[in-house]
C-alpha cells in the first residue's frame, strides 16, 4: 500500500503519548479494552486451535498413539474450557467494549475502570489457568467438570484446581463486565435512543449481560463447593456421605444452558447488523426479533435438564424439559426466518462480512434441528454422549457464534483500525473455513450416530467410524488454513488495510457517523436520535420509508444527528474542514486532519489509571494461592491468600479514592 | 470513597427528573421495625407450639410471615415502593427466575412432590 | 438542542438515575442467584447426613456414637435476626439523616448521621459476635463443616451471608470515616444510599434463612 497511507487515518494531536505499553496497560478506553479483549481471545484460539488440532491428529485413524490418554483428557478439557470462556465469551465482550457505547451514542461506558478491571481479570485468570499446562498439569475433567469424577477421590492432581480456580475467576470478570454494560445500556442512550431505536446488537448484548448476572452466580456456588470439598474436606459431592451425584449436575446445567445463549446471542446480534446494511433493507420484524432475544433468555432457565435426560430423573422432569426445549427454538427459529426475510428481495452485496453472516443462518439451523432432535428423551438416549452431540454443538458453536463473531471482525475491523480487512484474502479466509467446518462436523453426526462416544482418546478399527473420522480431521486441517489466512489478513490489513473512511459500507446506525478509529472521546457532540436507522434517514432515505419507527418520517429532511447532519458534526469539528453538510463519497476528505482532542473539546475523559490492573493482579494471586494447599504448603497458602486479598483491597481503597476524571464543574 | 466512581451530574437536578419521590420518615419507619419485630416474635413463637408445629399449616404459616418480612423491607426500607421502576424491574425479575430454580430443584431432588 | 448539550459536562443519564443505583441493584438481582443456589443446596441436603449432629432432631446411639441433642439454638438466633432487622432500621436513618441534612426536622440526633452509621455497623458486627459464637459452640458440640452434609451446606451458607455481612461493616465504616473526615450531605447521599440498599439486602438474605434453616423443620 502506498506508504502515505501508513500514518493512522487521522491522529489527533495527543497520539504519541497515547501509544506504548504503558498506555495500554493503564487504559480506561472501552475501544482500547475493546481491543485488547480482541486480540487476547484470538490469541486463545489459536492456542484452543492447536489442542483441537492434536486430537484431531490422534483421532484421524483407528489406534492413534499421538498423545496418551491422560494428555488427551487434558486436550479436550482445556480445549471446550478455552474456546468457550477464554475466545466465544471474550471475543464477544470485545464487541460489548467496542460497540454498544457506540451504538447508543455515549462517550464509554458506566463504569471505565470496573471495565479495565474486567478485562485484566479475564487475562489473569487465563493465564493462571492455562499455566497448568507448563507443570503438565492441565485440568483432565472436561469442560462441565462433573463431580464428584473432580474430587479429590477420583482426581488427586492440582488439574482440577487449576480449572474451578480459573473459572472462578474468569468469572467475576464476567460478573463485573456485566453490571457495567446493563448500567451502560440503561443509562447512557443518547437523548432520543429509547429502547425500541436501540441496534439489534445492543439489544442481543442487553439481554445476555442479564443472562450472565443470573447464570454466573449459580456455577459460582457450585465451584465453591467444590473448592470447599477438595481444599477443606466438606461433603457437597461426597457420596459416602449422603451427597447427590445430581448437585453439581443441576447447578452446572442451571449455569450451562443459559451459557449456551450467552455464547450465541452476541453473534445473532452481530449477524443483525450485518445483514440489514449489506442488504439494504432495515431487519424485518425488528420487535419481533427483539422480543424473541428475550424470549430465548427467559426460556434458557427452564431447560436445563435435557443435559441430564440419561440419569433417569423420571418421566415428569423428562417430560417438563423436553417440552421447554423443544418450546425454546420456537423464538429461535422466529430469528432465522427474520433473517431469511430480512435479505429477501434486498439488494444483496456478498461482501466477506456478509458470508459469514448468511453461513451462521444457514449452519446455525442445522445445529438448531440436531438440538430439537436431542430435546426428545428417547432420541437422547441414543444420541447423549457420542458425537452426535459434538456435532450439535459444534455447529451451533464454531457455525453459529464463531462464524457470526469472523462476520462481527470483518465488518467493523474498519471501525476499530480504520483499515479494511482485505476481501479477497477474507473471501480465502471464508471459504476454507466454510467448508473446513462442514467437512469437520458434518461426519460427526455420522460417528455418532454409528456409535461412537464422546471424549475417547483412541478407537479400534472396523466399527465404522474410521472414514468419518478422517473426513472430520481433514476439515479440521483445512480450518486451520484458513483460521491462519483469516490471521494474516488481520495482520496485515492493520497496517497496510484500505483506508476505511467513516462509513465504508453504507451502514444505518450510530457508530457509522463518527471517524474510523473513533476519537478517544467517540462523540464530539452528543447526537440526538430521531430513529432505528439514524444514517439512512439522512443518506438514503427511501431505505426507511416504510420503517413505522421512524416516527420523524416528515422530519427527515432536516434531522437531527448531534445537532446537525449525521456527519458533520464531526467533519466540522475537524480543524481546516469546512463546516457543512454530509458528504458520503468523501472517504477521506477529512482523514489527514487532526481531530480535536478531547481537551480542545472541553470533554472531561477518565484518567488512564492501573489500579484496576493491580486489583485484579492481585485477586488473581488471592486465588492462585489457594493451589498451594494440595501442595502441602497450608500455612503459605493461608498466608498467600491473606496477603493478597489485603494488597487487593489496599489497590482498591486507593482506585475508589482517586477520581475518575479531572473535575469539570 | 467512591463519590468519584463515576460521573454524576451536578448540572441535573435529580428530583426534577423524578428519582427520587419522597421517601418514608421515621414515623414510618419505626412502625416497619415494629411490624418486623412483631412477625419475628410470631414465627418464633410458632415454633414453641408443638401442635402447630406438627399441623400442615407450619410451614405455609411461616413461609408467608417470613414473605411478608421480605416484602416489607425490600418495599419500605429499600424504598422499593417509591424508587423508579427499573429498580423493581432490575430486583423482581431475578428472583422470580431465582425463587423459581429453587422450587424447580426442590421437586427435582423429590423435597416436593405433585399430588401426595 | 444538541449543541446546547455542548461539551463540558457529561451529558444526563437517560433516566436520570445514578449509574451506581443501577448497578446495585442489578449486582442485588444477581446475588438472588447465589442464595438461591446456596439455599437450594441446603435444602436438598436436609436430612440426608448419615451422621449427626442434626440441626433439629436428637441423634442417639446406635445411630450416633453418644448422644447428640438438635444443634441450633433457636433463642441465640432469634435475638441476632432481631439485632440485624434493627441495624437496618438504624441503617434507614442513616441514610435520611444524610438526604436530608439541615432540614427541619432533622436536628440533633434524627440528623445525625456518623451516630446512625456507627449504630448500624455495631449491630452488624454484633450480629456477626453471636455467628462466632454458634460456630464455636457447635464445633464444640461436634458440628464442623466437616462432619456431615448438614455441616457442610450449613456453614458455607451461613458463612457466606456472614461474609456479606462482613463486607457491609466495612463499607459503613468506611463511609463514616468520610463522614468524620468531610460530613456527608445531601449530594453524598447516593454513597449511603447504595450502601444501604446491600445492607438491607443482605437483611432480608437472613429473614429467608431464618425461617428455612432455622425455624421450618
Ligand atoms: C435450538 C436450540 C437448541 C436446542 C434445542 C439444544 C438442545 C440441546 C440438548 C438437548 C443438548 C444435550 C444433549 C446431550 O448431551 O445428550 C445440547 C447439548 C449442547 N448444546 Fe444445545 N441446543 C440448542 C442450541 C444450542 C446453542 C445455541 C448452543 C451454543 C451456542 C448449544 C450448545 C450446546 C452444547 C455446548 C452442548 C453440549 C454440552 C455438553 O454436554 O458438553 N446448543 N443441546
Ligand atoms: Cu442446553
Not at chain 1, 473448592?227 to 447447578?251: C, E, I, K, S, V
Not at chain 1, 471464508?430 to 475417547?456: A, D
Not at chain 1, 467517540?522 to 439512512?536: D, E, K, M
Amino acid at each position: 500500500m502506498a506508504t502515505a497511507a501508513v500514518s493512522p487515518a487521522y491522529a489527533h494531536a495527543g497520539a504519541s503519548e497515547k501509544s506504548g505499553v504503558w498506555s495500554w496497560l493503564t487504559t480506561v478506553d472501552h475501544k482500547r479494552i475493546g481491543a485488547l479483549y480482541l486480540y487476547t481471545a484470538l490469541a486463545w484460539f489459536a492456542i484452543g486451535g492447536t489442542e483441537a488440532l492434536i486430537m484431531r491428529i490422534q483421532l484421524q485413524g483407528p489406534n492413534g498413539h499421538v498423545v496418551s490418554a491422560d494428555t488427551f483428557n487434558q486436550l479436550f478439557t482445556m480445549h471446550g474450557t478455552t474456546m468457550i470462556f477464554l475466545v466465544v465469551m471474550p471475543l464477544s465482550a470485545a464487541f460489548f467494549n467496542f460497540l454498544i457505547p457506540l451504538q447508543i451514542g455515549a462517550r464509554d461506558v458506566a463504569f471505565p475502570r470496573l471495565n479495565a478491571f474486567s478485562y485484566w481479570v479475564y487475562l489473569f485468570g487465563s493465564l493462571f489457568m492455562n499455566s497448568s499446562w507448563l507443570l503438565g498439569m492441565a485440568p483432565n475433567g472436561g469442560w462441565f467438570g462433573y463431580a464428584p469424577l473432580t474430587t479429590m477421590a477420583y482426581a488427586p492432581g492440582l488439574n482440577i484446581d487449576f480449572w474451578m480456580l480459573g473459572l472462578q475467576i474468569l468469572g467475576i470478570s464476567s460478573l463485573a463486565a456485566a453490571f457495567n454494560f446493563i448500567t451502560t445500556i440503561i443509562n447512557m442512550r443518547a437523548p432520543g435512543m429509547n429502547l425500541m431505536r436501540m441496534p439489534m446488537f445492543t439489544w442481543m448484548a442487553f439481554v445476555v449481560q442479564f443472562l450472565l448476572v443470573l447464570a454466573f452466580p449459580v456455577i459460582t456456588i457450585a465451584l465453591v463447593f467444590l473448592q470447599f470439598d477438595r481444599f477443606f474436606g466438606t461433603n457437597f459431592y461426597t457420596m459416602t456421605a449422603g451427597a447427590d451425584p445430581l448437585l453439581w449436575q443441576h447447578l452446572f446445567w442451571i449455569f450451562g444452558h443459559p451459557e449456551v445463549y450467552i455464547l450465541i446471542l452476541p453473534a445473532f446480534g452481530l449477524v443483525s447488523e450485518i445483514l440489514p446494511t449489506f442488504s439494504s433493507k432495515p431487519i424485518f420484524g425488528y420487535p419481533v426479533m427483539v422480543y424473541s432475544g428475550i424470549l430465548i433468555a427467559f426460556l434458557g432457565f427452564g431447560v436445563w435438564a435435557h443435559h441430564m435426560f440419561a440419569v433417569g430423573m423420571g418421566p415428569i422432569a423428562d417430560s417438563v424439559f423436553s417440552v421447554t426445549t423443544m418450546l425454546i427454538a420456537i423464538p429461535t427459529g422466529v430469528k432465522i426466518f427474520n433473517w431469511i426475510f430480512t435479505m429477501w428481495g434486498g439488494n444483496l452485496r456478498f461482501t466477506v462480512a456478509m458470508k459469514f453472516a448468511i453461513s451462521l443462518v444457514a449452519l446455525f439451523t442445522i445445529g438448531g434441528i440436531s438440538g430439537v432432535m436431542h430435546a426428545s428423551p428417547p432420541a437422547d438416549l441414543q444420541q447423549t454422549d457420542t458425537y452426535f452431540i459434538v456435532a450439535h454443538f459444534h455447529y451451533v458453536l464454531v457455525a453459529g457464534s464463531l462464524m457470526g463473531l469472523w462476520g462481527g471482525i470483518y465488518y467493523y475491523f474498519p471501525k476499530i483500525t480504520g483499515r479494511k480487512l482485505s476481501e479477497s484474502i477474507g473471501n480465502w479466509h471464508f471459504w476454507l473455513t466454510f467448508i473446513g467446518v462442514n467437512l469437520t462436523f458434518m461426519p460427526m453426526h455420522w460417528s455418532g450416530l454409528y456409535g461412537m462416544p464422546r471424549r475417547i482418546y483412541t478407537y479400534d478399527a472396523g466399527q465404522g467410524w474410521h472414514i468419518f473420522n478422517l473426513m472430520s480431521s481433514i476439515g479440521a486441517y483445512i480450518q486451520a488454513v484458513g483460521v491462519i489466512i483469516g490471521f494474516w489478513n488481520l495482520f496485515r490489513s492493520r497496517k497496510n488495510g484500505e483506508i476505511a473512511g467513516d462509513d465504508p459500507w453504507g451502514a444505518p446506525t450510530l457508530e457509522w457517523s463518527i471517524p474510523s478509529p473513533p476519537p478517544e472521546y467517540n462523540f464530539a457532540v452528543i447526537p440526538t436520535v430521531t430513529s432505528r436507522y439514524p444514517l439512512w434517514d439522512v443518506k438514503s432515505p427511501q431505505l426507511t420509508a416504510e420503517v413505522p419507527h421512524s416516527k420523524h418520517g416528515d422530519e427527515r429532511n432536516d434531522v437531527q444527528v448531534g445537532g446537525k447532519h449525521v456527519a458533520a458534526f464531526h467533519d466540522h469539528l475537524s480543524a481546516g474542514t469546512p463546516e457543512g453538510g454530509i458528504n458520503p463519497n468523501a472517504k477521506q476528505a477529512s482523514t489527514k486532519v487532526p481531530l480535536k482532542t478531547a481537551e480542545q473539546l472541553g470533554i472531561p475523559m477518565p484518567f488512564p489509571t492501573i489500579k484496576p490492573l493491580f486489583v485484579a493482579l492481585f485477586m488473581t494471586f488471592m486465588f492462585g494461592s489457594l493451589i498451594l494447599i494440595h501442595k502441602d504448603k497450608t500455612d503459605l497458602a493461608i498466608t498467600g491468600v491473606l496477603v493478597f486479598a489485603a494488597a487487593m483491597t489496599a489497590s482498591l481503597y486507593l482506585w475508589l479514592t482517586s477520581p475518575l476524571e479531572p473535575n469539570h464543574t | 470513597m467512591a463519590d468519584q466512581f463515576t460521573h454524576t451530574n451536578a448540572d441535573i437536578d435529580v428530583h426534577a427528573m423524578g428519582e427520587m419521590h419522597e421517601h418514608p420518615t421515621w414515623k414510618q419507619y419505626k412502625w416497619v421495625a415494629l411490624i418486623l419485630t412483631l412477625i419475628t416474635v410470631g414465627e418464633v413463637w410458632l415454633y414453641y407450639i408443638p401442635s402447630f408445629v406438627a399441623s400442615a399449616a407450619f410451614v405455609p404459616v411461616l413461609l408467608i410471615l417470613s414473605a411478608a418480612k421480605f416484602a416489607i423491607v425490600v418495599l419500605f426500607y429499600m424504598h422499593l415502593k417509591y424508587d423508579h421502576k427499573i429498580f423493581r424491574g432490575l430486583f423482581t425479575g431475578p428472583l422470580i427466575i431465582a425463587m423459581a430454580t429453587l422450587v424447580s430443584l426442590l421437586f427435582l431432588f423429590g423435597h416436593l412432590s405433585i399430588g401426595s | 438542542m444538541a449543541t446546547a448539550v455542548a461539551t463540558h459536562a457529561h451529558p444526563p443519564t437517560s433516566t436520570g438515575l445514578d449509574h451506581r443505583k443501577i448497578a446495585i441493584w442489578a449486582f442485588i438481582g444477581s446475588e438472588c442467584m447465589l442464595f438461591a443456589s446456596l439455599i437450594s443446596t441446603y435444602l436438598i441436603y436436609k436430612g440426608r447426613s448419615v451422621v449427626g449432629p442434626f440441626p433439629h432432631e436428637a441423634c442417639d446411639p446406635p445411630k450416633c456414637a453418644t448422644h447428640l441433642h438438635a444443634i441450633l439454638n433457636i433463642p441465640v438466633t432469634s435475638v441476632s435476626t432481631f439485632v440485624l432487622l434493627m441495624s437496618s432500621l438504624a441503617m434507614v436513618l442513616a441514610l435520611a439523616a444524610v438526604e436530608n441534612r439541615g432540614k427541619p426536622g432533622y436536628e440533633g440526633i434524627m440528623g445525625s448521621s456518623k451516630l446512625w452509621l456507627l449504630v448500624t455497623a455495631i449491630l452488624g458486627t454484633t450480629f456477626l459476635g453471636f455467628q462466632a459464637y454458634e460456630f464455636t459452640s457447635f464445633v464444640h458440640e461436634g458440628l464442623t463443616i466437616r462432619t456431615n452434609l448438614f455441616g457442610s451446606s450449613f456453614f458455607t451458607l451461613t458463612g457466606f451471608h456472614g461474609a456479606h455481612v462482613t463486607a457491609g461493616v466495612l463499607w459503613l465504616v468506611t463511609l463514616l470515616a468520610i463522614d468524620m473526615k468531610r460530613g456527608l450531605g445531601p449530594k453524598d447521599a447516593i454513597l449511603v444510599d447504595i450502601s444501604a440498599l446491600y445492607w438491607h439486602f443482605v437483611d432480608v438474605v437472613w429473614i429467608a434463612i431464618f425461617t428455612l434453616v432455622y425455624l421450618i423443620h
